[in-house]
């Protein structure tokens, strides 16, 4: 346990509320407050927050003596593409909001999820790296892409700890997708349950980099414990965990579930993960504070389907 006192933003969303639950187990309930603008079950210091109002964001600050940010409020990669401008508004005046609090209140460190997104096809999609062309093609990759530059600069310039991940998919079984280009990757173990066939949006060779919750919950903690004299990327690290195409997740179901069905009907969503990597080269997350993943496919889908059954919607 420590003595910090953590505020959460999004903390009803995909990761939100993932996240939350792994700092209270961290740090105690506590210490450990919650924002957004939905309250759900299993808060136990909640806080109503737009995280568009600056002078909210304040008023939360102040009350509870925050010294640590997790930045998660957002608005994901397809829905983005559906309301462009509200989402603009809510991912990039929300991240400045939260760095401008953050030299106000001498805020001790600041995390801001970042995305592969950020990478476009002038990018090694093949093996992306580091500092690899960003050429974004969605309004979600825009927006993170312009926070990273936004983070190094208030870092630089007014010496915020300020550490970031670009996360690849996040798959858990606790929570449903937000809105994410790389959902059908958690729908397809619910419906493998619940209807043994899944119709996927994306080809069936499509490659996108994905990551299991509880390795993103560890890479997450284990970056924001380590010395900030090892932190060189003040932008976003790159973290490679799982990499598998559709037909690839499929035939590691249909080990535990031998007549699961696949399908396939297109959408918009193809053209987002056409565009994004399908490999990241993570060196700089290794060398500065020792990421490893711990999950590989056939892993992460027996925990997946082992829990998913636990699940009182699933029974």
Partial sequence: MSN??????GASGQVGQVLYRHLVGLHGEDHVVASDIHQLDGFSIFEYMDITNQHRIREVIQRHKIDEIYHLAAILSANAEQNPTRAWNINMSGLLNILEAGVEFSIKKIFFPSSIAVFGNHANLDMTDQFDAQHPTTLYGISKSAGENWCQY???KYDLDIRSLRYPGIIGYTTLPGGGTTDYAVHIYHEALKQKKYECYVHADTVMPMIYMDDALRATSELMAAPKKNISIRTSYNIQAISFSPSEIADSISTYIPDF?????IDFRQTIADNWPRRLNDQYAQNDWGWAPRFDLN???KEMLENLTLQPTIN
């Fill in 4 to 9: 910090s006192k953590i505020l959460v933003t």
């Fill in 261 to 265: 069905e696949m399908s396939y009907k």
């Fill in 154 to 156: 208030y870092a630089e």
């Fill in 299 to 301: 892993k992460m889908t």
